[in-house]
């Protein structure tokens, strides 16, 4: 194949010409002083200009180039979620694993560093894809991919367990909701873990709920304590309604809220009322009427519904108060709760 450029000549020219033609640099430069400005520090500043343009578009990408993203693909599965792990030099996954038998189902993998290796870079980009045999079906246990010395490829490096993943176990509720079968819908304050969705059996406007779940096994016992912190706010005013848990196969591993649709977030509102701080903070006595102390409580954990009412959210720090504990003790776990209350940036003082 030729790989030589074709030579675009205009019609009636000769293909020799009696006199060497001026370099195409030369020809370039010759055209911008010809129109540059006639004073010199026009001249200067449009020449300044110039070679900053010049050192943005080529020199820059060179010193400061774009950071390097790797793009994993599994052939039998869709990537949920991911994290690294760098005290293990793994990447975790979370995957959709499509099962020959029953359709879908998730799936945890782990994949080592060094398989980055032997990523295949995409033309132009500073970008890798990584290509990683299929995942074993029809078991529950967990797999490790590594490079495979033998031939300098990746394979399935190690069975990692095959016992059952914790699970919330204080499921309460008897409405329950599979993880893959709940829609993702769009919302501003989504997060890796908080998601709006929607089930056509639920029972609420466009049959929509918030998730919130956990995406990996070190984070079931945060779940499994806001699942029990709203059992005991039943019907409180102060929380939003529980409408069910979610299902990850057998396990459970989150649930679902009501989406308070109107609501918004006390920190987005700008001149804070004494009134609105003030149904923050009834609501806050209220839970701890209850014995509980949020622990992470502030404006950005408060929402206000359209008709005022304050109403709290985020119970992942909770702590239920002992009746072992001196009250003067319990007092000063309140009091601080108080003193939280009134942050906006959403950072606790604890």
């Known amino acids: 194949m030729n790989n030589a450029e074709p030579v675009n000549r205009e019609p009636g020219l000769s293909q020799q010409s009696p006199q060497r033609a001026p370099p195409e640099s030369e020809k370039f430069w010759s055209f911008?002083?010809?129109?540059?400005?006639?004073?010199?520090?026009?001249?200067?500043?449009?020449?300044?200009?110039?070679?900053?343009?010049?050192?943005?578009?080529?020199?820059?990408?060179?010193?400061?180039?774009?950071?390097?993203?790797?793009?994993?693909?599994?052939?039998n599965a869709q990537v949920l979620t991911h994290r690294e792990d760098f005290s293990s030099n793994v990447t975790h996954f979370r995957l959709a694993v499509h099962q020959d038998i029953d359709g879908w189902a998730v799936k945890y993998v782990s994949v080592d560093f060094d398989v980055r290796m032997l990523g295949e870079k995409i033309p132009k980009t500073n970008t890798y894809?990584?290509?990683?045999?299929?995942?074993?079906?029809?078991?529950?246990?967990?797999?490790r991919f590594g490079v495979d010395p033998g031939n300098d490829g990746i394979a399935l490096k190690q069975i990692v367990s095959c016992q059952a993943l914790p699970s919330v176990n204080n499921a309460w509720n008897s409405d329950a909701f599979e993880y893959l079968h709940l829609e993702p819908r769009p919302m501003k304050n989504s997060t890796g873990n908080v998601r709006l969705v929607r089930h056509p059996k639920l029972d609420?406007?466009?049959?929509?709920?918030?998730?919130?779940?956990?995406?990996?096994?070190?984070?079931?016992?945060?779940?499994?304590?806001?699942?029990?912190v709203y059992y005991y706010l039943q019907n409180s005013g102060i929380a939003p309604k529980f409408l069910g848990h979610v299902r990850e196969g057998r396990r459970v591993i989150g649930f679902l809220l009501e989406y308070i649709e109107d609501a918004r977030l006390t920190s987005e509102i700008y001149g804070l009322t004494d009134a609105e701080i003030s149904r923050c903070q009834q609501a806050l006595a209220k839970l701890h009427g209850f014995g509980l102390i949020h622990n992470d409580i502030h404006l950005g954990n408060c929402l206000i519904r359209r008709d005022g009412t304050a109403i709290l959210i985020d119970f992942d720090r909770?702590?239920?108060?002992?009746?072992?504990?001196?009250?003067?003790?319990?007092?000063?776990?309140?009091a601080r709760d108080f003193v939280n209350m009134t942050n906006t940036d959403g950072k606790s003082s604890q």
């Open 129 to 143: 894809n990584i290509w990683i045999p299929a995942v074993p079906q029809g078991d529950n246990c967990t797999f």
């Open 204 to 228: 609420t406007p466009g049959g929509l709920a918030v998730m919130k779940f956990a995406n990996f096994a070190d984070e079931i016992h945060a779940i499994a304590l806001e699942t029990e």
């Open 318 to 334: 909770a702590t239920f108060l002992s009746l072992a504990i001196p009250d003067v003790l319990n007092q000063e776990y309140f």
């Open 32 to 75: 911008i002083w010809l129109y540059l400005p006639f004073s010199p520090p026009g001249r200067a500043a449009l020449l300044i200009s110039i070679i900053y343009m010049f050192i943005y578009t080529y020199i820059g990408p060179l010193v400061s180039p774009p950071p390097t993203r790797f793009v994993f693909n599994f052939p």
